[in-house]
């Protein structure tokens, strides 16, 4: 007997809004998070727009101690700790006394890499031949599972404490592997997420590989249009996205607010073949990705109300829109509604899916579907598949019982969830 | 010992202590790890920060023996005096 699995605690923290009020304001009424970075601009970037949570020294102090903010340098950290913590309060759980230990509850907190900043730092003072300098904190804000290391410590979980990596697939698929974990009775709850650092050193790489827009540094919230026929690359984001996963009895018996149901998903790869490369997908593997997620919810792909794409405001967008298509079987007026985040965040990278999945739970809670931002034209080849109207610029009213939402990643792999208001 | 010498350990090692442990805890006799509960990780910290304040040098082996505050401070002291 396999459990059921909702979500009863979000978090988030955004380039356009931190904590769920701010942000469900910002996703309905189409606020841009994007900015001018003038670091960017000073080191020669390409690119010089980006999506930041504007996270202030006051706010930090409402999650770590005196001693921890005293040399903390990896915004990822900040970030995911913002999420993490507001998601397992909002969801009405406690934080552990000192001499306890919650065995029933497991963190899986996904990352690209952590604490660029300190490991810069780290590294100057090494080459310097200073590396007894480098104080105690060098290895835990720059090793990957710090996130879920910070988080674990704070919350005192007991149940598995890890970190998932897939690129920017990476914070869906955290998704997948909680739900999976408390559906097997693994686990009764799981902090589900992910995070991604800010700065020149996390986005030079993707400037480098001319696939950030450099067109709009006079324009910064006009940069990111996802699906548009003059988009012509993405804006890089960062941030943190978190939910609380946890068994429906669970949740049912401590008289927990639920969200919605996790219904199912799937996760794959492309091996990189048939089209696939390490940075485009194999489309194939896609299509076979989101028909799995949709197999395994026991759902028809017509009753999907709604898509939260991973349409990141490249040339893929059209690719994108072909497979959802061809997988869902669904074509013209009769494709769902489909928006992304990322007009208004850029893309957060290993954060986008987790910060979309909370933007996507928000739409099933609210009714409402976000309005896509910097529309108006509409990709010629994606009018040649689904209907104008499938493409809202601006909010739209509608009941939403099931919503869908992929991430596609580097490496050539894809995940896809199927969220449900929940019924009896 | 120079209480001037106290005082100013005293100042580095409070940012270390737990939140359930008061600067007033801090006595000469106190154990930094046993008593005070600091983070034996954190240890390297504070020795760094001895190093900078004090604009002294503290070895490996002299790390070892500073257990509690007044050992800090004779090491300390063996080497601004």
């Not at chain 1, 009863?8 to 701010?22: K, R, S």
Request: aromatic share 6%; glycine share 10%.
């Amino acid at each position: 007997m396999k459990n059921r699995v909702v979500i009863t605690g979000m978090g988030v923290c955004a380039p356009n809004g931190i904590g769920l009020a701010q942000f469900s304001d910002a996703i309905f009424s189409g606020k841009s998070g994007v900015t001018f970075h003038q670091q960017l601009a000073d080191l020669n970037f390409g690119c010089q727009i980006a999506g930041q949570p504007d996270v202030t020294p006051e706010l930090l102090k409402k999650y770590f101690t005196p001693l921890q903010l005293r040399d903390l340098q990896s915004s990822g950290i900040e970030y995911g700790m913002i999420a993490g913590v507001d998601a397992w309060k909002d969801a009405g759980l406690n934080i552990m006394d000192k001499d306890a230990v919650d065995y029933d509850s497991g963190i899986i907190f996904g990352v690209s890499l952590l604490g660029a900043e300190k490991f810069r730092s780290a590294i100057y003072q090494t080459d310097e031949g200073k590396v007894r300098r480098l104080g105690s904190t060098t290895v835990i804000q720059t090793m990957a599972s710090g996130i879920s290391a910070y988080l674990g410590g704070y919350i005192g979980c007991g149940n598995q404490v890890t970190t998932n990596s897939s690129a920017c697939t990476t914070g869906l698929e955290s998704v997948l592997m909680g739900y999976e974990r408390v559906r097997n009775g693994d686990a009764v709850r799981m902090l589900v997420g992910s995070c991604n650092d800010s700065g020149p050193y996390i986005w030079g790489g993707f400037d480098a590989m001319r696939v950030l827009t450099k067109k709009y540094n006079e324009n910064p919230t006009a940069g990111s249009r996802p699906m548009q026929e003059d988009a012509n690359g993405f804006v890089p984001g960062s941030g943190a996205g978190a939910l609380v996963l946890e068994s429906l009895d669970s949740a049912l018996s401590r008289g927990a607010r639920i969200y919605a149901e996790v219904l199912g998903g799937a996760v794959n790869s492309g091996g990189q073949r048939m089209g696939g490369t390490m940075t485009a997908p194999n489309s194939e593997a896609v299509q076979h990705c989101i028909r799995t997620a949709v197999r395994n919810s026991h759902i028809d792909s017509q009753d999907i109300d709604t898509i939260n794409g991973h349409l990141t405001s490249t040339g893929m967008c059209p690719t994108e829109i072909k497979n959802w298509s061809e997988a869902l079987e669904l074509r013209g007026k009769d494709f769902p509604y489909i928006n992304s985040l990322k007009s208004m965040t850029g893309h957060c990278l290993a954060a986008a899916g987790s910060i979309e999945t909370v933007a996507t739970i928000l739409e099933l809670k609210n009714n409402k579907v976000f309005g896509n931002i910097n529309t108006g034209n509409l990709h010629p080849d994606i009018k040649g598949i689904i209907d104008d109207s499938c493409v809202p610029s601006h909010t739209v009213n509608k009941t939403i019982c099931i919503a869908a939402k992929a991430s596609f990643g580097f490496g050539d792999v894809n995940c896809c969830m199927i969220f449900k208001k929940l019924t009896a | 010992m120079n209480t001037k010498h106290y005082d100013e350990l005293k100042n580095i090692i409070k940012i270390y202590l737990p939140e359930d442990v008061s600067v007033d805890d801090i006595k000469p006799t106190s154990h930094l790890t046993q008593e005070l509960n600091i983070n034996s990780a954190n240890l390297v910290d504070i020795v760094l920060d001895v190093e900078d304040h004090f604009d002294i040098t503290i070895e490996d082996d002299e790390i070892e023996k500073m257990e509690t505050v007044k050992s800090a401070i004779e090491i300390i002291e063996a080497k601004v005096l």
